[in-house]
């Protein structure tokens, strides 16, 4: 037997069960992994409020893990049992002592990553290596805005991004996420409970604004963000952390200065195995460097999730969370 979260509708943490059963075996193509460590995300918490449906009910939840492969199905040739993995991405189900997953979505882990750290930061960190990486190549000297600079993807981008020479100016809620922030290599910090952000960043930037702003809030930072980008310049929004932006008249970036924006998603990135992979060197190696150290602020029993879930959706979790099985 072997425990697992579910939940059988959509709603508040409440809603995420404990539950027991028999893992299941691997289908042709897949594996089975024993997790060592779960990664705990945002995007958990929109398919538990609904906000994005679960294919199905009762659904297992969360898709970033790590551990040993411990079953293998029929057709998998580059994983064998005892490999040390971490995944990303594939179905729903990884808050569990087991994950049964699609073979081509798990990656053999370099001897230098341990467990927590990969469960910590391969959704995380994959995440920043396609938005600092592809969705703009950003270039040495560049300035950005990247909200929520504490949190957990927000904790690995800003250590890239200053490895790449990049400003990062970093919005935070506290003086001590603004002091971890800095740590992790921001720039400068706007404490936006008190402080007018579209005003500190002109200030910051002398009136230039910056060349991206990379936003994960949504719907209460859309405007802000807006305002806060040179003429031309890109809006990278990437989350509903308040709620989803909806109903935009595509006027506003005509009026706010021929703006860009995209809604990019991992998927939509690490969609081809070959892409998974080169994403995959390039995270171990900034791993392996010592250039982004990834910072597990919190660490839950699986039976919390709920309470780990809650703290997050509440802002009081800094850098990443796991949940240890
Ligand atoms: P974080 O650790 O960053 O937690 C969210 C943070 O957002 C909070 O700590 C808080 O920081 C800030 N925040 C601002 N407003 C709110 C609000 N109304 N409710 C809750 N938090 C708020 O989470 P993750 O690192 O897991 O994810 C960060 C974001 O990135 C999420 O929106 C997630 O969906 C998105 N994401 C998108 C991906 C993609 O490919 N598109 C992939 C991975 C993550 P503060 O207190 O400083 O304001």
């Known amino acids: ?81 005892g490999d040390r993995v971490a995944y990303a991405q594939g179905p729903l189900g990884a808050y569990g002592e087991y994950h049964v997953l699609p073979a081509d979505k798990a990656v053999v882990l370099p001897d230098g990553v341990d467990f927590e750290t990969a469960a910590a930061s391969m959704l995380k960190g994959l995440t920043v290596q396609y938005l600092l990486r592809q969705t703009y190549p950003l270039k040495g000297g560049e300035t950005i805005l990247w909200h929520a600079a504490a949190g957990g993807v927000g904790s690995i981008a800003c250590q890239w991004a200053r490895a790449l020479g990049v400003k990062v100016i970093g919005t935070v809620s506290s003086p001590e996420k603004a002091r971890l922030a800095k740590d992790n ?16 960043v002109r200030e910051l930037t002398s009136g230039e604004m910056c060349d991206v702003v ?3 809030v949504g719907k209460d930072t859309w ?91 509440a802002r009081q979790t800094t850098g990443s969370t796991i949940l240890l099985p």
């Not at 290599?185 to 500190?200: K, L, M, Q, S």
């Open 214 to 216: 990379y936003d994960s």
């Open 185 to 200: 290599g921001a720039w400068e910090t706007i404490d936006y409970t008190r402080e007018d952000v579209v005003e500190r």
């Open 1 to 81: 037997m072997a425990k697992r979260i579910q939940f059988a509708r959509t709603g508040g943490s409440e809603v995420l069960e404990l539950v027991d059963g028999t893992p299941a075996d691997p289908a042709p193509g897949e594996v089975r992994v024993k997790n060592q460590a779960v990664g705990l995300n945002f995007i958990d918490i929109y398919f538990r409020t609904g906000l994005y449906p679960a294919p199905s009910l009762p659904s297992g939840l969360g898709t970033e893990g790590a551990g040993v492969v411990d079953a293998v199905g029929e057709g998998v040739d580059h994983l064998r049992e």
């Open 223 to 313: 405007i802000t963000s807006l305002d806060c980008l040179k003429p031309r310049s890109l809006m990278v929004s990437f989350g509903n952390a308040s709620g989803a932006v909806e109903g935009v008249n595509l006027g506003i970036l005509n009026q706010k200065g021929s703006l860009f924006v995209t809604r990019p998603s991992l998927n939509g990135y690490a969609d081809t195995r070959e892409r998974l992979e080169m994403m995959c060197r390039d995270l171990f190696e900034m791993l392996g460097s010592g250039k982004v150290k990834v910072d597990i602020g919190q660490r839950y029993a699986l039976a919390d999730a709920a309470k780990a879930q809650d703290a997050l959706a």
